[in-house]
DNA sequence: TAGATTGTTAATCGATTAACAATC
DNA sequence: TAGATTGTTAATCGATTAACAATC
């Protein structure tokens, strides 16, 4: 994929959400949308839709806007998401098992391989369709089958341990749920945080920030 | 709590990430750390350490750098975790139960009071010990124990729904777990999104970005 | 005291917004 | 054609980084 500017981590954050408003319009019949409508949807400016999109070519047309189908498979395009990743759940406690359930892997074209855990009573059984294995056997998996994501929700304690353990692997993307930072040296491995307790933590603060305004106290 | 200057939405994010580290240190019982060491630990320059904590007071002394205990406790209590917070969960299913067994809720001072599902198996029934009700329930419940943060873990379909039934009861904050953009038009309800899909597609385009540059592919 | 490190002011850098020629 | 809207260049705004006096 060849790009006109350098994408900052601001515009590749956005993309996601452009995606999800072009499947709504698409679902809706919408066959063309302006940047000030995407904005407007979106909470954004017109220009800051266009520059957004125009790191990655040109999709639209003056006086018509950008038609829906096109720039949806563009965008998705882009993100890869057009293509097939293979992924593994390392850690089949409850949210790897929420996430087995309820991610719509497989209709946004990512195939589940397997699942990991060592709790024995887990080893050999199915989550949704998913077999669980032992740890031990990703490093075989792996080699049969190339895993592009792992997705981290070991406990916490084990969380840095396994990260290294699926970089050293050679594994080149890594999920990361177990608010833990990992810390990998590693450059060759892709890290996206989720933590839970870190946005938790900042709606807490925002809510606080409002009793307060509304306390009448000194912001 | 007064603050100095107005505080960006960058330092509040950064801010979850300070208090993991100062816990961190504390258990590791280190009195002591500079703005230069928590930059190194965190991936940040000293000083937008120091610019991130001038926001709200002076923690440090000069030549010293900032007490352990007396600056998380600082950044606890401008965040508001040092005041419990009441919690419901709206959607016991996966990963509403999820959150319910794996969420150090307790551990960080917010009480988690019921759950709420439309699934009469469900109704009167307990997830590691909160009470499942009907969520016709949450408006008494809410007039008899203020709700300060209602957790959205509905699916998606009833996201938008749910969560103008949840505003229009005056409860101001949401955690949005739903992968939806609620929209909603209250001025004076806090929400924050964990949109999971979102950022499995931001890995999935860094990923890929990565896999262009070792293929040579310009970029 | 001398070295270390803060809090804050100034400089730089990057992201957002505005403007506008090109053109559908 | 006239109105609408793009893609891009320039202007503005905000966030990060650097510098430094104050001082522990």
Redesign the pocket.
């Known amino acids: 994929m060849k790009y ?1 500017k ?1 994408v ?4 590749v954050a956005r993309l996601p959400k452009y995606i999800r408003l072009l499947n709504d319009l698409e679902q809706r019949d919408v066959d063309h ?5 995407i904005g407007r949807l979106l909470g ?5 839709v ?5 790191c990655f ?10 038609n829906v189908p096109r720039l949806k498979h563009g965008l998705q395009s882009i993100m890869g998401l057009d293509r097939t990743h293979n992924v593994v759940i390392m850690g089949a406690g409850s949210i790897g098992k929420a996430l087995l359930c309820h991610m719509r892997f497989k209709e946004n074209n990512y195939r589940v391989v397997a699942a990991f855990d060592v709790n024995k009573e887990l080893i050999g059984s199915e989550l949704n369709g998913t077999k669980v294995y032992h740890p031990e056997q990703l490093k075989y998996l792996h080699e049969k089958c190339p895993i592009d994501i792992c997705v981290l929700t070991v406990p916490a304690e084990q969380a840095k341990h396994t990260a290294k353990t699926i970089a050293d692997l050679g594994i080149s993307a890594i999920w990361n749920l177990t608010n833990v930072d990992l810390g990998l040296q590693h450059r060759n491995v892709v890290v996206e945080d989720m933590h839970f307790l870190d946005s938790l933590f900042s709606l807490t603060f925002y809510l606080e920030e409002a009793q307060d305004a509304v306390a009448g106290r000194v912001i």
Chains 1, 2 share one sequence.
């Open positions: 006109n350098i900052s981590g601001n515009t949308v302006s940047s000030g409508e954004l400016t017109p220009s800051q266009r520059q957004d999109l125009s070519g040109s999709f639209g047309a003056q006086g018509y806007g950008y």
